[in-house]
């Protein structure tokens, strides 16, 4: 069977300072791959997506960058923290496009910059 | 603007009642998930519909294309039920992964 595994689950970062989330999927193959972030009081935002090994799209202008080195490996990186990306972050993957199918989330790691 | 508009937003219910929960949208969606969200934050996808009904356990989830409606129908509801669910779209030539989020419906299941 399938899992996802994300990790932290929580974590506090001083403002300017670097950031690595790592995302890795089981038991599945070249799977659609995504990031998402959920501010306080808001919806989910998309992100980063990933369809393949070092291809990333990115969704939302921002200070946040996402690589795939390998092919159920997705991390989400920052160079600087700012105090707006606090939130709480998501991956994702799906068999296939999130528009036609299921889509199978991590446990999520919460993001406190001060 | 595509929008996903989801009512109620908090709702409280006694255990064993039936509960639904509304989802609209603004324009046309190929395709609509019900995620569950748990008080810890992470996320279940509970159904993935393009047209019709479909059902699992006591929840069942329809969806309306030309009314651009969908609805999540809990039968017997039970504490454990008690989650944010979040209704999400995905449009025509929308992006891989760029669902239109609802806000979410806050479920609180007294027993």
């Known amino acids: 069977s399938q899992t996802i595994h994300q990790w932290p689950a929580t974590l506090v970062q001083p403002v300017g300072s670097p950031l690595s989330l790592e995302c890795t999927v089981e038991?599945?193959?070249?799977?659609?791959l995504y990031w998402y972030r959920q501010a306080a009081g808001r919806g989910l935002q998309l992100l980063f997506y990933?369809?393949?090994?070092?291809?990333i799209s990115s969704e939302v202008p921002q200070n946040l960058s996402a690589s795939r080195p390998q092919d159920r490996q997705f991390i989400l990186s920052s160079k600087k923290l700012l105090l707006s990306d606090s939130g709480f972050y998501l991956c994702?993957?799906?068999?296939?496009?999130?528009?036609?199918?299921?889509?199978?989330f991590g446990s999520g790691t919460q993001l406190s910059v001060l | 603007k595509n929008e996903v508009e989801q009512s109620p937003q908090n709702l409280t219910a006694q255990e064993g009642e039936f509960i639904t929960i509304n989802c609209s949208y603004s324009?046309?969606?190929?395709?609509l998930h019900w995620l569950q969200q748990h008080p810890g934050g992470g996320i279940v996808s509970l159904f993935m519909?393009?047209?019709g009904k479909k059902k699992h356990g006591r929840l069942i989830a329809t969806i309306n294309i030309q009314e651009k409606h969908s609805s999540l129908h809990i039968t017997a509801s039970h504490p454990r039920d008690s989650a944010v669910y979040i209704c999400?779209?995905?449009?025509?030539?929308?992006?891989?992964?760029?669902?239109?989020f609802g806000k979410g419906t806050k479920l609180s299941v007294k027993p």
């Open positions: 994702a993957w799906s068999a296939g496009q999130a528009t036609n199918e299921k889509l199978f």
């Open positions: 038991g599945t193959s070249n799977p659609n």
């Open positions: 990933s369809v393949g090994i070092g291809q």
């Open positions: 324009v046309g969606i190929s395709a």
């Open positions: 519909l393009s047209s």
């Open positions: 999400a779209g995905s449009n025509y030539g929308g992006s891989q992964g760029n669902l239109i």
